[in-house]
């Protein structure tokens, strides 16, 4: 069965850097590509942007342009999003998913990551 | 900062019906492929409708999508205890900044 595995909680200082990988099972990983989604508490689903398995062609989300980089290492089929800059609004769940064009069809269990002084 | 517009919440009671209707523009929804997904308290959203009414192998014919124009509408008839959760539309925003767009998400409630 498809499964996505995400890592750990992170508390990260503002101005710091933190990086949250999403190990992929139950497909071959270069089938698909990878979207990164975010969810601030209380609020609603933010997708932050995408990376192909296939070829590593990324679209990132205008916002965050700059600040983020997604990659992917298909030996391991783990895609990996790393956010610079970290501010207190950078407070959130980051869920990967499974990219199915038209569709997320399959989410990883989300990782906290906390900006915090 | 939503592109795609929701109710916030909606309820019934038990064995009743509600829908969800999603609303955006031409470079969204009238133009693309809309889903629904379901987010219990807690935990990852998980896709319940794709390609504006199709259902992923599990998901119960209680769950249906339909879309019209740049509208679309996720109904859910014979409501549970258990349909208790936030609901979001999705759809791809073919604008200058495109990519993956979510609606504002609407809270389900089972009275």
Redesign the interface.
């Known amino acids: 069965q498809v499964q996505l595995v995400q890592s750990g909680a992170e508390v990260k200082k503002p101005g710091a850097s933190v990086k949250v990988s999403c190990k992929a099972s139950g497909y071959t990983f270069t089938s698909y590509g990878i979207s990164w989604v975010r969810q601030a508490p209380g609020q609603g689903l933010e997708w932050m942007g995408w990376i192909s398995a296939y070829n590593g062609n990324t679209n990132y989300a205008q916002k965050l342009q700059g600040r983020v980089t997604m990659t992917t290492d298909t030996s391991t089929s783990t895609a990996y999003m790393e956010l610079r800059s970290l501010r207190s609004d950078d407070t959130a769940v980051y869920y990967c998913a499974r990219d199915a064009n038209t569709a997320l069809d399959y989410w990883g269990q989300g990782t906290l990551v906390t900006v915090s002084s | 900062?939503?592109v795609l517009t929701q109710p916030p919440s909606v309820s019934a009671a038990p064995g009743q019906k509600v829908t969800i209707s999603c609303s955006g523009s031409s470079s969204n929804i009238g133009n693309?492929?809309v889903?629904w997904?379901q987010q219990l308290p807690g935990t990852?959203?998980?896709?319940l409708i794709?390609?504006n009414n199709k259902r992923?192998s599990g998901i119960p014919d209680r769950f249906s999508g339909s879309k019209s124009g740049t509208s679309a509408t996720l109904g859910i008839t014979g409501l549970q205890t258990g349909d208790e959760a936030d609901y979001?539309c999705?759809t791809?925003d073919s604008s200058?900044?495109?990519?993956?767009?979510?609606?504002?998400?609407t809270k389900v409630t089972v009275l």
Do not use: E, I, R
């Open positions: 900062q939503s693309n492929y889903s997904y990852a959203p998980k896709l794709y390609d992923p979001y999705g791809w200058l900044s495109a990519g993956h767009v979510f609606g504002t998400g």
